[in-house]
């Protein structure tokens, strides 16, 4: 008809809060008179459950300040605040108040990291006779379809083939068709503690003073989230790709040298030691991986040892990669997973409260001060003591996503429900990581000075770790029993007598009854 105006159907493309990635695929081919770009801060997500007022800050500022970008860049982008009056207390009511203005037909939206927010989304497309087009996240080196295809070669999976097959995909630490140096894997020579003298003087992390935005949101998580753990007080995490980027190049240049010797000691006061810090703007996408390894790979040629680089570029090509495949390729049936029918709640001390024990009260100390530990506090003191001690595995998960700003459910899950408790049986991890005091004792400085002696699994002071080590052996000994791998230790636990099984056995359960 002559002189009829037609207006383009509105399409949505909505962005979630840890997909703030600088060539966003969303954001291909945009057209203001038809696109609408969309955000916005949720209620329930910072709140179930309580999530970490550091985290909260890192999310929200680093949102606020992508908007900020799109909007640079010509882009507008329809976000909503926690402070505004009718701000979503779900995803689902996000979409519901741009279905209202908008009326679009047409929803796009990048594959979330967590598998429930995409069935809320489908969910409610479906209610609202929208289109929904989910399209891959262009961050990672591998699809779920990849790693599906991976699994269905083999009867299990293990993390050193997917990595093999990466590096080998991705030309990385190669020479020809072998791996750089001669070996796939140098974590043998990553296992080494400072010893008595204690850590060397290392440069400290990079810190990032809070601007205006940042100051604003720190005041409206106290405000709005008062009774959540941590504080917001010190945040000084980049929240933008370029600071992210900062981080990156602090760590290669003053830190990755001495990454790989030390990367699982620990030591009194030292939150970071030689770690990079950046798994969180990683996980919010403000830093590319590739980015990382490739800064990580060229540092070769400056001097930095083989062992550093390769473990290091493990972390974020290997595991990274090879978690997200195990939780999409397992979900959602993986969250239910209870292999050792573990059913205690989580200890006080796990929730920052009095504890004697050091090696939680100082790890615990790093937590709640950073919304951060690295990956062998967290495996191996807060992860292993939730395991000994029969935490169920959904609540450790709850609490790791609660208290790490690096915790998306895509990482979270599979480092806590399969790597740290073992409740998927075996499918991430050959054997439970279980280990009694000593371990602790030998990798760090931890238990000098603690009123516990980690020798000791019996009497007034026995070290509650070794305690619970061997109460855990005593309780799966038969399920356990088959695995190969845990022969050694079985086969120390068949040398304690019959008493000692039982004082072990109440000495533990009276630790429990303490929450502590």
């Not at 600071?243 to 990755?256: G, I, K, M, S, V």
Request: with cysteine.
């Amino acid at each position: 008809m002559e002189g009829l105006i037609i207006t383009p159907m509105r399409i949505v493309h909505f962005i979630f809060g840890d997909q703030l990635m600088a060539s966003h695929p969303l954001l291909r081919g945009y057209d203001p008179s038809c696109h609408r770009v969309a955000m916005g801060e949720v209620v329930g997500e910072a709140s179930r459950p309580p999530m970490h007022k550091k985290k909260l800050v890192l999310f929200f500022s680093a949102m606020r300040h992508f908007q900020n970008m799109l909007l640079n860049s010509g882009v507008d982008c329809e976000y909503v605040r926690i402070t505004e009056p009718h701000v979503p207390e779900t995803f689902a009511q996000r979409l519901t108040q741009l279905h209202d203005k908008e009326q679009f037909q047409r929803l796009i939206i990048m594959r979330p990291g967590d598998v429930r927010v995409q069935k809320e989304v489908e969910v409610w497309a479906s209610h609202h006779d929208v289109h929904l087009e989910v399209v891959e996240d262009e961050h990672f080196f591998a699809t779920p379809g990849d790693f599906a295809s991976f699994a269905s070669e083999r009867k299990s999976v293990l993390l050193e083939h997917f990595y093999r097959r990466l590096r080998k995909k991705f030309d990385i630490l190669m020479d020809g068709d072998q791996p750089l140096g001669g070996q796939w894997n140098f974590d043998h020579d990553n296992r080494k503690s400072f010893g008595k003298a204690g850590p060397p003087l290392i440069a400290s992390p990079i810190v990032f003073s809070p601007d205006d935005i940042t100051k604003e949101v720190m005041q409206e998580v106290e405000d709005k989230f008062s009774s959540h753990p941590g504080s917001t007080n010190n945040f000084d995490y980049p929240v933008t790709q370029a600071d992210a980027q900062r981080a990156l190049d602090d760590f290669l240049n003053h830190r990755l040298m001495d990454y790989g010797t030390y990367q699982d000691a620990m030591a009194i006061g030292h939150a970071y030691l030689f770690h990079a810090r950046i798994s969180a703007v990683m996980n919010l996408h403000l830093l590319d991986p590739r980015a990382c390894i490739a800064g990580a790979v060229s540092r070769l040629e400056q001097g930095a040892p083989l062992n550093a680089v390769e473990g290091f570029v493990r972390q974020v090509l290997g595991w990274r990669e090879f978690v997200r495949g195990v939780y999409f390729h397992n979900m959602p049936e993986y969250l239910s997973a209870n292999e050792l029918e573990a059913h205690e709640d989580i200890p006080a001390g796990l929730w920052g409260g009095d504890t004697p024990m050091r090696c939680v009260s100082e790890s615990m100390t790093h937590v709640l001060d950073h919304s951060y530990t690295h990956h062998i506090e967290r495996l191996m003191v807060l992860g292993l003591y939730g395991l000994l001690y029969g935490v169920a595995p959904d609540k450790m998960h709850d609490w790791h996503m609660a208290m790490y700003a690096d915790a998306i459910d895509w990482v979270s899950a599979p480092n806590v429900i399969g790597m740290s408790q073992y409740a998927d049986g075996g499918y991430l991890a050959s054997k439970p990581y279980c280990a009694s005091g000593a371990y602790i004792d030998r990798m760090s400085d931890y238990c000098k000075n603690c009123e516990f002696n980690p020798k000791q699994a019996i009497g007034p002071t026995a070290c509650p770790m070794t305690t619970l080590y061997w109460d855990f052996l005593l309780k799966h000994e038969a399920r356990l029993k088959p695995n190969n791998r845990m022969g050694m230790q079985l086969k120390n636990l068949a040398r304690k007598s019959d008493d000692d099984r039982a004082i072990i056995a109440k000495q533990a359960d009276d630790w429990r009854a303490r929450s502590v």
